[in-house]
């Protein structure tokens, strides 16, 4: 990424949790590789698990609260390399916003995100959701994308052809 902003707050100490007024990240660039043998690369980055203790019913996560975090100028590059003919695609501008986060039982967090593609596609997602319990509502919105770019990913998995079309 090109800079990342936090601006913590003081209240962490006495709420008891990690309390952040602002976070913006700007131009992440994150590449999402299947390897020929189906495995993904950023599964490498996440340490072993070591053997945990049943949890008590008890436990509750640990309090966050962020009052607003966005991402801007981000990119995705995809790549399958399991497929006979490697398939790659990248989506940028990438653009996330989240408001008024909090992992306190119950609370509704609003979200945007939104991404384009290298041909045009753009993809639309926004509404809530809450931590305790995982709830999630909102719109997801394809636009412009057109269905002879997608059979390049699709061809081969599906006994069907996508030869042309847009799809909204």
Not at 30 to 59: F, R, T
Not at 69 to 75: C, F, P
Not at 143 to 167: F, H, I, M, Q, W
């Amino acid at each position: 990424f090109r800079s990342l902003y936090v601006n913590a707050e003081l209240a962490s100490l006495w709420r008891r949790g990690v309390v952040l007024k602002e976070v913006v990240l700007a131009a992440p660039d994150v590449e999402l590789i299947i390897a020929p043998d189906g495995s993904l690369n950023l599964a490498h980055l996440a340490p072993p698990a070591p053997p945990q203790p049943a949890e008590k019913k008890d436990d509750a996560p640990l309090r966050v609260h962020i009052g607003s975090l966005s991402v801007t100028e981000g990119r995705i590059g995809f790549q399958d390399r399991s497929l006979a003919q490697p398939f790659s695609a990248a989506f940028t501008p990438i653009r996330f916003s989240l408001a008024d986060f909090r992992t306190d039982l119950g609370h509704r967090t609003t979200h945007s995100f939104s991404a384009t593609s290298r041909i045009g596609a753009r993809f639309d997602w926004s509404g809530g959701f809450t931590v305790r319990p995982f709830v999630a509502g909102g719109t997801f919105s394809v636009t412009d994308l057109r269905l002879a770019a997608l059979n390049e990913y699709v061809e081969g998995k599906l006994p069907v052809e996508l030869v042309s079309g847009n799809a909204q």
